[in-house]
């Protein structure tokens, strides 16, 4: 029996990034929210109570699940060694340019001893569609097991299609889950906002590539970026 190949990429379960939201190969919707951090170790016992209330009244009144995830990379700093580089060469006075030439070695030295990392954090706010096929009950059941346990790559490979009346029905269902998190998060002192296409197709490029610098800028064509 020949042996079975297939590409790391059907091993990933999404399908395509549209209008700022990640459509999963099975017809599922996911938004994804940036969320600034706070120092809760700097605020008082009255304020720290305050936001572990928030947290749990947001959690218990869920309906639905959330993923929170901590994104950490190395920071490419070239381009602000290049700007220190120009403004140096261009600086008329010797002692500011004396400094200067000393704080680009000190940050090189830094840079190249050390990983500079950027930490940011994320909640990843779901939209699951009940999708029904023309199957018998047993054989949805025993499809549901396998892909729970990831038997066969095809639950990752197998791409459900999602029409455009349903993508809109969906996406709007999404929204609303999408603001009432975001609502909830700024009572808590956490400023979020939705990542656009651009900003996704950014965060799946860092994620898919550890071994590279965090890129923020990709060029990504027109059509993609909607």
């Known amino acids: 029996m020949p042996k079975e190949t297939f590409s790391s990429q059907s091993l990933i379960s999404l399908q395509h990034i549209r209008k700022g939201v ?3 190969k099975n017809g599922s919707l996911r938004s994804v929210l940036e969320v600034s951090g706070i120092n809760f170790d700097l605020k008082s016992e009255e304020e720290q109570s305050s936001v572990l209330m928030s947290w749990r009244n947001l959690i218990n009144n869920l309906d639905f699940p959330l ?31 004396l400094q ?20 940011r954090f994320y909640v990843i706010v779901p939209y699951d569609p009940i999708l029904f096929k023309p199957r018998t009950a047993l054989s ?41 998190i975001i609502t909830n998060l ?3 002192g956490l400023q979020s ?31 993609f970026n909607k």
């Not at 949805?140 to 029409?163: C, D, G, M, V, W």
Request: proline letters at 3%; a negative charge; hydrophobic letters at 35%.
């Open 186 to 188: 700024t009572r808590m």
């Open 67 to 97: 993923q929170v995830v901590a994104h950490s990379r190395r920071v490419n700093i070239e381009s602000y060694l290049n700007l220190l580089q120009e403004r140096i060469g261009q600086e008329t006075n010797n002692l500011l340019k």
């Open 22 to 24: 990640i459509i999963l």
């Open 193 to 223: 906002h939705p990542l656009t296409t651009k900003e996704l197709i950014e965060l799946f490029f860092n994620s898919y590539n550890p071994e590279a610098f965090e890129k923020e800028s990709i060029n990504i064509p027109e059509e």
């Open 140 to 180: 949805q059941i025993l499809e549901a097991y396998k892909t729970l346990l990831n038997l066969r790559h095809q639950a990752f490979s197998a791409i459900i299609p999602l029409a455009d009346e349903n993508f809109n029905q969906h996406y709007q269902q999404l929204i609303i889950r999408q603001n009432n």
């Open 100 to 119: 200067g030439e000393d704080y680009y070695t000190f940050i090189k030295g830094l840079v190249t001893g050390n990983n500079i990392m950027k930490k």
